[in-house]
């Protein structure tokens, strides 16, 4: 069961560096039903919607029969990195009221720049205190975006009493309560450092992986911290204008000649979401050659983006007018992914991160 569009996805590419490219190109009616609230049963039984980013050849399916649009010799790159459950329910030590905070990006051992709401609580000096005292935090200054810097106190191990106080930091567009912290976290999570999950990842299995190494196809690991500035909504209209967060990423030696050679050889890279792609394309030199190296990385890639090392992306469905589509629109073309996501809206696919997948290849 197919569709087939031939959608000149090129001559668009050319025409919209050319000219504005608007933030409103990228929008699409999504009915509300369509955003799923809770993660399936069985991580890899989500729908898949196969994409040709040449033809536009669309094809329905099931995820865990991804390895069928596998070959031997390519080489899977997945993001190791570990959702920590960053969202924090307080009080204010001199009036009791409630504070939630949620932890953005680690500054020095126990500072960090966090989200505070509602804001108006949180003024340098305030001091906010977590599960009975267990937790305690100062508000140090107010920086970019009104985000807070607060210095945290404790006894023992810092990520032990988060794990025990705090919450997973799930997307505004998910109502329901998560009854299992592991089902927003990969199977091959690894480093904690994410105020999010790398959502394409969690179609995965350990079985499923097994099969997939079993076959013939590599497997490399990139670590991207995902924040919430991946999330955040393009609030300019020109899309140029957009300015990214940055995000922490690492790629070892290892990974980096597994995905040279790979190359080398004539397989194909794919990468499993939009965060692995970034770091690709963030540690790569002009001719695709994929360095080791860790940093900072706000690359913000839209139609236009001539991709350096990527062949093929696993991916979910993503947010109107988001960074994360005009991502995608850059691998396939605009009007591919805009037809695509027609075709699962009509078929009624579950969309965002607990949602369904799609293969662009």
Known sequence: MYEKRHAGAAFWNLVKVASEMKTSDFYYDLPEELIAQDPLEDRSSSRLLTLDKETGE????????????????????????????????????????????????????NVWETLVKPGKKARPGARISFGDGMLTGEVLEVVDEGNRLIRFEYEGIFEEVLDQLGQMPLPPYITHQLKDKNRYQTVYAKYDGSAAAPTAGLHFTEELLQQIREMGVKIAWVTLHVGLGTFRPVKVEDVQEHHMH????????????????????????????????????????????????????????????????????????????????????????????????????????????????????
């Open 246 to 361: 940055s995000e922490f990423y690492r790629i070892e030696e290892e990974d980096a000649r597994l995905i040279n050679e790979t190359r080398a050889a004539g397989g194909r890279i794919i990468s499993v979401g939009t965060t692995s792609t970034r770091t690709l394309e963030s540690v790569a030199d002009e001719d695709g050659t994929v360095r080791a190296k860790s940093g900072w990385t706000d690359i913000f890639i839209y139609p236009g983006y001539q991709f350096k090392v990527i062949d093929g992306l696993i991916t979910n469905f993503h947010l109107p007018e988001s960074t994360l589509l005009m991502l995608v629109s850059a691998l396939a073309g605009r009007e591919n992914i805009l037809h695509a996501y027609e075709v699962a809206v009509k078929e009624r696919y579950r969309f965002f991160s607990f949602g369904d997948a799609m293969f662009i290849h």
């Open 58 to 109: 669309i094809c329905h399916d099931v995820f865990r029969n991804i390895k069928n649009y596998l070959k031997p010799g390519d080489c899977l790159v997945l993001n190791n990195t570990k959702v920590i459950p960053a969202r924090l329910i307080g009080a204010k030590e001199e009036t009791g009221g409630k504070v939630e905070v949620l932890l953005l990006k680690r500054k020095q051992d």
